[in-house]
């Protein structure tokens, strides 16, 4: 289970980078862009994602806590790589070009 979430998150990463990728080679983005770099960022990114979100799934064997580690780990470290795209792609359209 818990390598499906890790193989959710590397999943999830390389489509937002495929995203960001096609709005900078549409021209929104920096005329230097070059091309490939964006997959290397989703492994450089999964590092602190990963260390961050198990930290906080630790925090889903307490009893007070509702959800369980796996649900906790995968709901955090779905948003944090979805956060860190949505900075990447607002950046690249507000000051692109």
């Not at 998150?9 to 862009?33: D, F, V």
């Not at 198990?54 to 956060?83: D, H, W, Y």
Request: charged share 5%.
């Amino acid at each position: 289970m818990w390598i499906g979430a890790v193989g959710f998150l590397i999943i999830a990463g390389l489509a937002e980078a495929e995203i960001y990728n096609q709005i900078m080679l549409s021209g929104l983005g920096s005329e230097s862009y070059q091309s490939g770099w964006h997959f290397v960022s989703v492994f450089m990114a999964m590092i602190p994602i990963l260390i961050l979100s198990s930290i906080l799934a630790a925090f889903g064997n307490m009893e007070r806590v509702k959800s369980s580690p796996l649900k906790l780990f995968t709901i955090t470290s779905q948003c944090f790589m979805f956060f860190l795209w949505l900075i990447y792609i607002t950046t690249a359209i507000v000051y692109g070009n």
